[in-house]
């Protein structure tokens, strides 16, 4: 929110000198004011709560993209040799999206973490091979549903809304903070209204911006998710685990 904050200092100061400055008087104002509103909050509400399922979609793909590959790291904890492969292949892999600070990184460029990550349950002996086949399923699983999570993730992403969804909005944005000068200034708390109720609309829109282009997540979500990754490859979970058990 902070790169939106210059924005809305020079906005709050424009609108308040066209509020304060410009009295502009129409006859029956209420039912354009009303017009207006109407399909703004029509609009906007309907981009929103579409967006808004986007984003929960999302953040459910990468908490279970995150578990199925804790699930592999786990797994491969019965064959050292491969979960050492596997801790080298998720390290990389997360360690990108902390330099990048974009937990979108693999999804926008190419990732070979999955095919190491097979690699590395496939290259075993047949005495190694007995010691996963019990877990079979589980890591089976796991390689399907990743595949198929990334897919989805990729798709979400995508869904952006198009030019033609903005104009309606940037456009009826505009009508909104125009029409709320039709209403007659009586006093400064009615200046001071309309000042806020120009604010609002703006933050509806930069609302809706950050929806759509998936940084609601705030900027320390990408470290927080590589994080837990890294504290599971550390054993740092396994440690903690192990002390409360003592106590």
Request: hydrophobic letters at 50%; glycine letters at 4%.
């Amino acid at each position: 929110m902070k790169k939106y904050f210059f924005f809305i200092i020079i906005f709050l100061i424009a609108y308040s000198l066209y509020v304060t400055q410009f009295q502009l008087k129409v006859d029956n104002y209420s039912d354009i004011v009303v017009a207006v509103t109407f399909f703004f909050t029509l609009f906007s509400g309907f981009f929103i709560t579409r967006q808004n399922d986007r984003y929960t979609a999302v953040i459910d793909e990468i908490s279970n993209n995150d578990g199925l590959f804790s699930l592999l790291y786990r797994v491969s904890g019965v064959v050292p040799r491969v979960q050492d492969k596997v801790r080298e292949a998720l390290r990389d892999h997360y360690q990108k999206i902390m330099d990048s600070n974009n937990w979108a990184y693999h999804v926008l460029n190419p990732s070979n973490t999955i095919t190491r990550i097979f690699k590395a349950y496939s290259e075993v002996n047949n005495e190694e091979r007995e010691k996963l086949s019990q877990f079979g399923d589980a890591y089976g699983g796991a390689f399907a549903d990743i595949q198929v999570s990334r897919k989805k993730i990729l798709m979400l992403f995508h869904q952006n809304l198009l030019p033609l969804q903005w104009s309606i909005i940037i456009i009826l944005a505009i009508m909104m903070i125009v029409a709320f000068n039709f209403i007659p200034t009586y006093s400064l708390l009615i200046d001071a209204l309309k000042i806020f109720f120009g604010l609002s609309v703006l933050l509806v829109v930069l609302l809706l911006k950050q929806l759509d282009n998936l940084t609601l997540f705030g900027k320390d979500f990408n470290k927080k998710t590589a994080n837990d990754i890294f504290r599971i490859l550390d054993e740092k979970d396994m440690a903690e685990l192990g002390k409360l058990r003592k106590e």
